[in-house]
C-alpha cells in the first residue's frame, strides 16, 4: 500500500502553520532585528520552524499508526524532537542560560538514546567496532553536537532547509538502492515538512526557522542517522558524509574559535558560508551552491560507500577533504575585519 498521499498534506501542513507563525511572530515582536553579528539586511519574524516540527511529529504519528515505525522509534523521536523543538521555541521569546539549554540537550539525546539502544557496532577500514556503554557516550555528544551545528549553521536565507532537503532526499535515495523501503518514509516526510517552510524562507526569506526548528532538524537528523546504522552499518558513513557540509563548516569554525579563546556561546558570523555571501553579496547563491555540492559531490559518495564497496573511512575523506579546503579559502572562524569608515 502506497503511502505517497500523506506527502503533499506534510507540505501543506508546514506551508499554513509558517504563514500563522509569521503573523504570531509579528504580532508579538519576535524579530530578527539586523545587528553586526547576522548576516541579513531586513528586520524578519522568526519562529516558523515550529512549522517543521508540528508537520513532522504528525507524519512519525501517522508512520506509528500505519505500523511503518516501531513504538521505541517513535517515543524516541518524537520526544527529543519535541524536547528541543521546545527548549528552542522558549529560547526564541526569552533567553535561556546556554549551560541550561545544554543540560536539556544531553537530557534529550540521552532520551532518544534510551529507546534505541544507543550507537550500532560501527564499521571503519573494514573492521567492525562496538563501543559499548562509550558507544552512548560518543552518540550522545554526536546528537548534541549535530543539534548544534545546525543552529551554527542556520544564518542565511534558505541554506538549514535546502540542507536537509538534499540530506534527506539523498538517503531515500541510498535506501531505495539497498532495498531499505521501510526506512525511506521518515526522511521523505521530513523533506515534504522542510520544503513548506522553505517556500517561505527561499531568499528573500519573510521568515525565519528560529532555534526551535534549526535545533529539531539536528536532532531528527542524527537520530534518523543512527537509526539507519543499526539496519546497515555503512548508513551512518553515508550519512556524514551527506551531512559534510555543515559538519566541517561547523566544526572547523568552532576549533579556530575555541583556540582564539572566543566565547563560542556567543552569536557570531564567522562561518565560511557567511564570509562567502558577503563576498558574492548573496544568500541565494551560496544557498544554491550548497545545493550543488549535496548533490554532485557529496551524493555520489555516499553512494559509492553503500553500493560500490568503497571504504567508509577513505570515503569520508574524499568527501571532507575539499569541504576543508572551501572552509580555509572563506575564512571560517576567522575574525571579520573591521570595515573602513568613510568620511
Avoid at 572566543?262 to 565560511?272: N, P
Wanted: aromatic fraction near 14%; proline fraction near 3%.
Amino acid at each position: 500500500m502506497s503511502y505517497a498521499w500523506f506527502i503533499p498534506l506534510a507540505f501543506g501542513i508546514s506551508f499554513g502553520l509558517t504563514a500563522a507563525m509569521r503573523r504570531y511572530a509579528i504580532s508579538r515582536s519576535l524579530i530578527d532585528v539586523p545587528s553586526s553579528r547576522s548576516s541579513h539586511a531586513v528586520a524578519t519574524p522568526r519562529g516558523g520552524g515550529v512549522a517543521i516540527v508540528v508537520a513532522f511529529v504528525l507524519s512519525l504519528g501517522f508512520l506509528y499508526g500505519v505500523g511503518l515505525m516501531s513504538t521505541a522509534g517513535f517515543i524516541a523521536g518524537a520526544g527529543a524532537g519535541v524536547a528541543i523543538a521546545l527548549i528552542g521555541f522558549l529560547d526564541d521569546h526569552g533567553h535561556i542560560a546556554a549551560r541550561w539549554r545544554l543540560l536539556g540537550h544531553f537530557a534529550a539525546a540521552a532520551w532518544f538514546l534510551a529507546w534505541v539502544g544507543g550507537l550500532p557496532p560501527m564499521e571503519l577500514f573494514g573492521f567492525s567496532v562496538y563501543l559499548s556503554w562509550a558507544g552512548y557516550v560518543l552518540a550522545a555528544f554526536y546528537l548534541v553536537w549535530l543539534l548544534n551545528l545546525y543552529n551554527f549553521m542556520d544564518g542565511i536565507d534558505g541554506i538549514a532547509s535546502i540542507e536537509a532537503i538534499c540530506v534527506c532526499l539523498g538517503a531515500c535515495l541510498l535506501y531505495w538502492l539497498s532495498g531499505l523501503d521501510s526506512l525511506i518514509w521518515a526522511p521523505l516526510f521530513l523533506a515534504a515538512s522542510v520544503a513548506g517552510f522553505l517556500c517561505w524562507n527561499f531568499p528573500p526569506a519573510r521568515i525565519f526557522m528560529g532555534d526551535a526548528g534549526s535545533g529539531f532538524l539536528g536532532i531528527v537528523l542524527g537520530g534518523l542517522s543512527l537509526q539507519a546504522a543499526w539496519v546497515s552499518a555503512p548508513m551512518l558513513w553515508a550519512w556524514l558524509i551527506l551531512l559534510g557540509v555543515f559538519i566541517v563548516d561547523a566544526t572547523f569554525t568552532l576549533f579556530r574559535r575555541l583556540l582564539r579563546g572566543d566565547k563560542v556561546y556567543e552569536a557570531h558570523r564567522s562561518h565560511a558560508y557567511q564570509f562567502a555571501s558577503r563576498r558574492f553579496g548573496s544568500h541565494l547563491t551560496v544557498t544554491a551552491v550548497v545545493a550543488g555540492i549535496n548533490l554532485l559531490w557529496l551524493l555520489p559518495i555516499a553512494l559509492g560507500v553503500t553500493q560500490y564497496g568503497l571504504s567508509s573511512g577513505l570515503g569520508l575523506i574524499l568527501a571532507y577533504a575539499p569541504l576543508v579546503a572551501l572552509a580555509i579559502k572563506f575564512h571560517a572562524g576567522e575574525l571579520e575585519a573591521p570595515q573602513k569608515k568613510t568620511v
